[in-house]
């Protein structure tokens, strides 16, 4: 299910497109200001963002320019303003598509439908050509060799990416530190086996919010690691 996010001060508004679209099940948040709607759409996966121009704190011309940086889906940006240097303003700093209020909801939905085929359809391509796993914020290219979390790059030594991409291809398997370190590093446990819990603390340093309830690779204590999908 696409995920959407909505980022209008005109809660009545906001609601009337999020029960459109929710007709046609998408899942769909909002944000009523453009700061909490910026936090969110760095912060959190969604497949396209509908962006109101004249919002409070961050204006939707700001909020598209940053989501821009370190995001590739759809952004549509909705304004009761006709004038085209607003249009060609929003597009410039990359917005996909540019509403004018008022709007019919079948409109909306319409174009929203038509950009994320369209996105659809260009992931599918660059998924065949590049082999990339994508488990909520974390985005592993592994022809690449190249992680990515919510939208920022992070750098992994050749080991880090190895021990990462296993897990994150093996999810939900529990792996013991000799299995890993077989796995790994190619050789039979009889070496220091230490040396993955020191890969696995690195790579948690530079993926994990938070260090103390990691939300990606799980200790189970006693047995080993597991990457919880």
Not at 52 to 74: H, N, Q, T, Y
Not at 128 to 147: F, P
Not at 202 to 218: D, H, M, T, V, W
Request: charge should be negative; aromatic fraction near 8%; hydrophobic fraction near 40%.
């Amino acid at each position: 299910m696409s995920r959407i996010l909505i980022v209008e001060d005109e809660e009545s508004i906001a609601e009337l497109e999020k029960d459109y679209l929710e007709l046609s099940n998408f899942e769909v948040e909002i944000a009523t200001d453009g700061k909490s709607g910026l936090e969110r759409a760095l912060a959190e996966d969604f497949d396209l963002f509908i962006l109101d121009i004249m919002l409070p704190e961050i204006d939707g011309f700001e909020l598209c320019s940053r989501i821009r940086e370190v995001k590739d889906a759809p952004i549509l940006m909705v304004s009761a303003r006709k004038d085209d240097i607003d249009k060609i303003r929003g597009l410039g700093l990359g917005a996909d598509d540019y509403i004018t209020k008022p709007f019919s909801p079948s409109e909306l939905l319409a174009r929203v439908k038509a950009h994320l085929g369209r996105y659809d359809r260009l992931i599918g391509r660059q998924a065949r050509q590049n082999e990339i796993l994508q488990i909520r914020g974390l985005k592993i290219d592994s022809t690449a060799r190249r992680v990515w979390v919510n939208g920022e790059e992070k750098t992994l030594t050749n080991k880090e990416f190895d021990l990462l991409h296993f897990l994150a291809s093996n999810p939900n398997h529990v792996y013991t530190k000799e299995e890993l370190f077989r796995n790994i590093w190619g050789m039979e446990s009889v070496g220091d086996v230490a040396t993955v819990t020191v890969h696995i603390k690195k790579i948690r340093e530079k993926i994990e919010l938070n260090l103390s309830k990691p939300q990606y690779i799980e200790t189970i204590w006693g047995v080993g690691y597991r990457f919880r999908m």
